[in-house]
């Protein structure tokens, strides 16, 4: 565990010293580097070199008064992946998983694979919803957590909640014809309850090339917390397997 700059910010960064394949981890909104590294990370680290950085208002990076933005976040991965001087596999949760979409489409020299878990492309892809409402229990133990771990106190808890909803509710904006540039290798993986329709699920899977689509049945958009062992291993599959695969009866990837 380390502090970098990148973008001009200091970034708490972790970059495990090891001799293989490289993924980067990307977390999801409201959370940090942690949900991932103490769910899918020791599955995954037997066989990979696993790193990852806290985005800026998240987890122990400070916040700047700059709006949370995708493309902002892009540019932290991008500088991330470019720290790493590697090729690296993305692996994205929620949020993390559209900043991974995002950095294929700019920058797939910098990338072999990407898993994009629980994301949506465009912010109407999101089922109706009451927005996280910033008063009252859950708001407090969530305040409680974020302050356990963040430079800003538990004083700037709100504006990262804030600043989180109204992301949400206007971004990402990406089309159809945006994902069917994507030159890399993608698995999106989803719950069978995410707050993201289904439908916009599929069209994800089907709009990028050579696509592939793992729903984990009994899971919610929490899946990676819920079925680590099981979420590790789809994703290790995906990352060591021939790619497009060669199945005995294909269909949609039929010559």
Same mark, same amino acid.
């Given at each position: ?38 769910? @899918?990370? =020791?599955?995954?680290?037997? %066989?990979? *070199?696993?790193? #990852? ?6 987890? /122990? !990076? ?86 356990? @771990?963040? =430079?800003?106190?538990?004083? %700037?808890? *709100?504006?990262? #909640? ?6 949400? /509710? !206007? ?85």
């Amino acid at each position: 565990m380390a502090i970098l700059t990148l973008q001009g910010h200091p970034t708490w960064v972790q970059i495990a010293k090891k001799s293989a394949p490289t993924i980067v981890f990307l977390h999801g909104g409201m959370s940090s580097s942690a949900s991932m590294l103490r769910s @899918i990370g =020791p599955g995954l680290s037997k %066989h990979y *070199r696993i790193c #990852a950085f806290d985005r800026r208002g998240h987890g /122990r !990076t400070a916040d700047t008064p700059e709006p949370f933005s995708y493309n902002t976040m892009a540019d932290e991965t991008i500088a991330f992946l470019e720290y790493l001087a590697r090729p690296a596999h993305l692996v994205g949760h929620s949020d993390g998983g559209v900043v991974a979409l995002l950095v294929a489409l700019r920058r797939p020299d910098l990338l072999r694979r990407v898993v994009a878990i629980g994301a949506n492309y465009h912010f109407s892809g999101l089922r109706a919803y009451e927005d996280f409402a910033l008063e009252g229990p859950d708001f407090n133990r969530w305040a409680e957590s974020f302050a356990a @771990i963040s =430079p800003d106190g538990i004083e %700037h808890a *709100r504006a990262v #909640a804030e600043k989180t909803v109204r992301l949400m /509710r !206007t971004q990402p904006t990406l089309t159809p014809a945006d994902l069917a540039t994507i030159s890399v290798p993608v698995l999106v993986m989803a719950s069978d309850d995410e707050p993201i329709e289904l439908d916009h699920t599929c069209s994800l899977y089907e709009s990028i090339p050579d696509a592939g689509l793992a729903i984990m049945a009994g899971t919610s958009h929490a899946m990676l917390k819920e079925r680590p062992k099981a979420s590790a291993s789809i994703i290790h599959h995906f990352l060591r397997s021939p790619w497009p695969p060669v199945t005995q009866d294909p269909i949609r990837r039929a010559p």
